[in-house]
């Protein structure tokens, strides 16, 4: 079983900088693509960014290229996201997820997701 918990969220002034982070309970996490999306109300899920099983390969959207780093720890079961000069409207809810596919994991055909954290960004 896979089960993700996401922290690290929180609100800061455009410009700023945040972490996240997703802790995977199970013993599998190596197993996975691992990756983060984004939902903000009246809107669809939005991919942010994917990282490979051994982290070998990451892709992210075009709107966070350069901003943000996806990376994984596989021995301490757990993925990042590091934002970086944070924008207003990079607010929303951010979720991790995994899934067997790293070719359709940006359109979000993912077997396990997160509860989500919420990132707010001001100006």
């Known amino acids: 079983q896979v089960q993700l918990v996401e922290s690290g969220g929180g609100s800061v002034q455009a410009g700023g900088s945040l972490r996240l982070s997703c802790a995977d309970s199970?013993?599998?996490?190596?197993?996975?693509?691992m990756g983060w999306f984004r939902q903000v109300p009246g809107k669809e899920r939005e991919f942010v960014a994917v990282?490979?099983?051994?982290?070998?390969?990451?892709n992210s959207a075009d709107s966070v290229k350069g901003r943000f780093i996806i990376s994984r720890d596989n021995a301490k079961n757990t993925l990042y996201l590091q934002m970086n000069n944070l924008k207003p409207e990079d607010t929303a809810v951010y979720y991790c997820?995994?899934?067997?596919?790293?070719?359709?994991?940006?359109?979000?055909?993912?077997?396990?997701w997160g509860q989500g954290t919420q990132v707010t960004v001001s100006s």
């Open positions: 990282i490979s099983r051994s982290g070998a390969n990451t």
């Open positions: 997820a995994a899934g067997v596919s790293y070719l359709n994991f940006a359109r979000a055909i993912c077997e396990y």
């Open positions: 199970g013993r599998t996490f190596s197993s996975y693509n």
